[in-house]
């Protein structure tokens, strides 16, 4: 498989990493109002920087070939 590049996913990957990021700032009022308080502040820290990563990743267009190599192992194709 190739790689090539593609604005619309370079489009959608910004706005993924704009998503982590706002997890990042804001990471103490979501756990206050979703999961329940202080001990799950580094719970949504993590979760922001695994959604930064998966969108530098789409930004690059980097998901499918790694997704097919996941494929691939589990398929033994």
């Known amino acids: ?16 990493i704009a998503a982590g990021a706002a997890m990042v700032v804001y990471h103490q ?15 949504v820290k993590l979760y922001a920087i695994i959604t930064i990563l998966v969108g530098l990743a789409v930004m690059a267009n ?3 070939l790694l997704l097919t190599m996941f494929v691939n192992l589990i398929f033994k194709r």
Do not use: Q
């Open 1 to 16: 498989m190739s790689w090539n590049f593609s604005f619309g996913w370079m489009f959608l990957g910004i706005l993924i």
């Open 62 to 64: 980097l998901h499918t």
């Open 29 to 43: 009022k979501i756990a206050d109002a979703l999961l329940g308080g202080v001990h799950s502040y580094d719970k």
